[in-house]
Structure formats: C-alpha cells, structure tokens
C-alpha cells in the first residue's frame, strides 16, 4: 500500500496522497513514524492526515475521524508453501512456533479477541516476518489482504504463499483529527470524484494486478 523503493515513498497510498494534493491545493510531505505512533502523531499536530492501509474500527473511531472507505480488505496469512492447507480449520493451536504480526494491527487486536490462545510474535515489517517464516522461527504472518498478496509475490522464490482463508471484513480509509473537518470533507470529495472518473481504480490496479 505504501512503501520505499530506491529512497523514494511509493504505493497505492503515495499515489492518492500526491492526487488528492494536486486537487485540494495541498503541499504533500510524507513523515514516516512507527505504526503503532501514527495516531499519537496525528492527535498531536505531527502530521495531518494518515495514509497508511488503516483499516476503520470503532475502537479507533474514538479518538480519530475517518474519511469515506475507499477499499474492502481482510486479514489473511502468509505461511510456508508447505503449511498451505494446515491453519484453516484450527489457527491457534497448529501454529506452535507462533503468529507473527505487526504491533497495533487489527491483526494484532484479532487475535487477542479471538484467538487468545495464540503465541503472538511481533515484527517491525512484513519482510521481517517474511525472514522469520523462512527460518521457521514462526508459523505464520497476518496482515491485511494487500500486504499479504504483496509479500506472497516478493517470496514465492522463497518457499511463501497465502493461506486461502480470509478471517475478517474491514475497510480502509485516511484518519484525520476530530476537529479537521475541512480536510475530512475535502479528502472525501477527492475520493468521491476519483471514484467517478475512474481514477481510484487505475491506481488500485496498477499496484493490485488481481484488483477487480
């Protein structure tokens, strides 16, 4: 969704954010912070507005606004090749090296509420989890649909591949602070017409080839 590539901010994100800029008269400047202090930031006047694959709960909702969803992702699995098949009717108690996920994620919040059994392990990236399913240091990375996808196709040389099983139904959109209304509604209309002129699809597309 969004990423560096050769020094330079790269990705679905990327791209609507430079979109939404050109259209609403806004300089972009893409501050990067940990995952888990994004909200911090934005509640403290550090940036003004997150793009970074966030889905929309209601958890969340109390201390940030969102914009309108923009897509409909899910959690899925990336797992070794082999181990395919083997997490689809028990998740927790087949992965006995661990569940490896990003701190702060819904992933993270998914399995504390439904899979409290499970050995959680936490990683700073989907290419760190992906070295540890590599060394069988864990069973298995959730993460959301697109980050899975995309990590499937960068290790499949490697032995890794998506679980077929989606575990939950979440949509993603841009937070904004509370009070920010005039970004809020300004980012909702460049959605609305991104949406209207084909826009949002092409730059889906162009990162997500299976995006329909």
Do not use: C, H
Request: aromatic share 10%; hydrophobic share 40%.
């Amino acid at each position: 969704m969004i990423f560096k590539q050769g020094g330079q901010i790269v990705g679905i994100e990327a791209e609507l954010a430079k979109a939404m800029g050109r259209e609403i008269g806004r300089v972009v400047a893409f501050v990067e912070f940990k995952w888990e202090d994004l909200m911090d930031a934005l509640v403290d006047d550090k940036i003004d507005i997150i793009m970074s694959s966030l889905s929309i709960t209601p958890a969340r909702r109390y201390r940030i606004a969102f914009t309108n969803p923009y897509l409909k992702v899910g959690q899925m699995a990336l797992v070794r090749s082999e181990d395919k098949y083997k997490f689809a009717l028990n998740l927790a108690a087949s992965a006995e090296r661990g569940i490896g996920v990003k701190r702060g994620t819904t992933a993270e919040q998914l399995l504390r509420q439904e899979y409290r059994r499970a050995k959680i392990k936490y990683y700073l990236s989907g290419e760190d989890a992906a070295a540890a399913l590599g060394n069988q240091s864990v069973d298995l990375f959730l993460s959301d649909s697109p980050m899975i996808w995309y990590l499937a196709g960068q290790y499949e040389s490697k032995g890794l591949t998506v679980s077929p099983m989606i575990l939950t139904e979440e949509y993603l959109g841009w937070g904004v602070r509370r009070t920010d209304d005039g970004l809020r509604e300004a980012a909702n209309a460049f959605l609305q017409k991104a949406q209207e002129n084909g826009e949002l699809n092409r730059i889906l597309r162009r990162w997500m080839p299976g995006y329909q």
